[in-house]
């Protein structure tokens, strides 16, 4: 059984920061990738950035030079540090991990249930 919890979401000013993390538990190994998806009100979810086990990023062009991801791999957690938030940033933010799990050979990923993140104009 593979649990993602996220932490770090709010209520936040425009121009404040908060720092989501996600902490993978249970069997889940040989992760490929880990990332930050988000879901505003009558929008489609889009990513919001990702890293590769190898350490590459992407970030969706509205975030770039704003918002920061990292992992600690030893610890199974993905992190995303985001700066000067704006109202447009307000969203469920979901994170994403890809890999094996237990006996499985097939990788897959896994969801984490969502956190809210509000900046408030």
Excluded at 26 to 45: C, E, L, T
Excluded at 83 to 105: F, M, Q
């Amino acid at each position: 059984q593979v649990q993602l919890v996220e932490s770090g979401g709010g209520l936040v000013q425009a121009g404040g920061s908060l720092r989501l993390s996600c902490a993978a538990s249970g069997s889940i190994f040989s992760i490929s990738r880990m990332g930050w998806f988000r879901q505003a009100p009558g929008k489609q979810r889009e990513l919001v950035a990702d890293i590769t086990g190898g350490g590459s990023t992407r970030y969706v062009d509205s975030v770039k030079g704003r918002f920061t991801i990292s992992t600690d791999n030893a610890k199974k957690t993905v992190y995303l540090q985001m700066n000067s938030l704006k109202p447009e940033d307000t969203a469920v933010y979901y994170c994403k991990v890809t890999g094996r799990a237990g006996s499985n050979p097939n990788v897959r990923d896994y969801w984490g249930q969502g956190t809210q993140v509000t900046a408030s104009s």
